[in-house]
Nanobody, 122 residues
């Protein structure tokens, strides 16, 4: 019903920048929170950043000041601009959206993308 597709991952050197993009599509009636999570090998998935439909943002302490999340409500997209990347940022990054569909307008569900690999290494 709702498809979530990420793009933009890759291999970068420490200190470089990278931007991830995510597009939600399908039978969307309303999008609530959109965000990014990441999972490093052997670790649990953790929140990176979220943004509400009104533009309020929330960041993990580890990325504050380096990462910026933004969304385009007209296009149902969310981006994560990552600066000053560190090896510890290496992980699979997942896009997450909270949405309702045209068939269940007032029932919100989380949807996940398949993930995109970000590797920070010299």
């Amino acid at each position: 019903q709702v498809q979530v597709v990420e793009s933009g991952g890759g291999l970068v050197q420490p200190g470089e920048s990278l931007t991830l993009s995510c597009a939600a599509s399908g039978s969307i009636f309303s999008l609530s929170v959109m965000g990014w999570y990441r999972q490093a090998p052997g670790q649990q998935r953790e929140l990176v950043a979220t943004v509400t439909s009104g533009g309020s943002t929330n960041y993990a302490d580890s990325v504050k000041g380096r990462f910026t999340i933004s969304r385009d409500n007209a296009k149902n997209t969310v981006s994560l601009h990552m600066n000053s990347l560190k090896p510890d940022d290496t992980a699979v990054y997942y896009c997450n959206v909270v949405a309702s569909t045209s068939s269940r307008k007032f029932y919100y569900t989380q949807y996940w993308g398949q993930g995109t690999q970000v590797t920070v290494s010299s």
